[in-house]
């Protein structure tokens, strides 16, 4: 059972355009919702996250757009560059004395010069 | 800091081998994570550890796998005898046992072939 799903599976952009990337969630026990970004042969690190509580943050080039009511979240990255190329996932955490981690199924971008 | 640190990097072996990859989580952290990343299954939790006690261990594969955590800053994972569909990167993960914005930090992974 997915209970994160992605959305594109492979992205090509090119260089200063926008990549959008979405995940869409089922459990509402979610309170923690992390994007990660991964370079080959290397381990996924930690982007931007948000709580469900806020519609949006901002850091840089990176936002996340979240709708609660929907269950979806969204990555949007702007101006792309070539370094940005890499593999993302979303994730969605239910924290407490349950905790877990669930990874969406990951999109890779690929940005043009 | 010294980041996760997991070894070996690369591993081959052949189908009925025991394989063990190891890791070293930050220093201070009480949370570890083994996953499995393959292009079929994305990433996969494993299991994980609080405070070197294993509490979800719903995504070990089967009996062929098993983690120990002997103390705070070395974990196992262990797969015997392998099987060719056991290749994959496997990564460990730490972080500080608390609320759920405490960030998960990942090692560089294990890429295992078994052939």
């Known amino acids: 059972q997915q209970q994160v799903k992605q959305s594109p599976q492979s992205l090509i952009v090119q260089k200063g355009g926008i990549s959008i990337i979405n995940c869409a969630y089922e459990n509402t026990a979610f309170d923690y919702f992390p994007w990660y970004q991964q370079f080959p042969g290397k381990g996924p690190a930690l982007l931007i996250a948000?709580?469900?509580?806020?519609s949006e943050k901002k850091e840089g080039r990176f936002t996340i757009s979240f709708n609660k009511s929907a269950k979806q979240f969204s990555l949007h990255i702007m101006d792309s560059q070539p370094g940005d190329s890499a593999t993302y996932f979303c994730a969605a955490i239910s924290g407490g004395s349950n905790y877990k981690l669930t990874f969406g199924k990951g999109t890779l971008l690929t940005v043009n010069p | 800091d010294a980041g996760v640190i997991q070894s070996p990097r690369h591993e081959v072996t052949e189908m009925g081998q025991e394989v063990t990859l190891r890791c070293k989580p930050i220093?201070?952290?009480?949370?570890l994570f083994w996953y499995r990343q393959t292009m079929m299954r994305g990433l996969e939790l494993l299991i994980y550890?609080?405070?070197?006690?294993?509490?979800?261990d719903s995504g070990m594969p089967e009996d062929r796998f098993s983690a120990k955590m002997p103390n705070a800053s070395f974990s196992t994972l262990k797969i015997q005898p392998s099987e060719p569909r056991d290749s994959a990167v496997y990564f460990c993960?730490?972080?500080?046992?608390?609320?759920?914005?405490?960030?998960?930090?990942f090692g560089p992974g294990t890429r295992l072939t078994v052939l």
């Open positions: 220093s201070g952290h009480n949370s």
């Open positions: 948000i709580r469900p509580d806020v």
């Open positions: 993960a730490s972080r500080i046992q608390g609320t759920s914005t405490d960030t998960q930090y």
């Open positions: 550890f609080n405070n070197n006690v294993p509490i979800d």
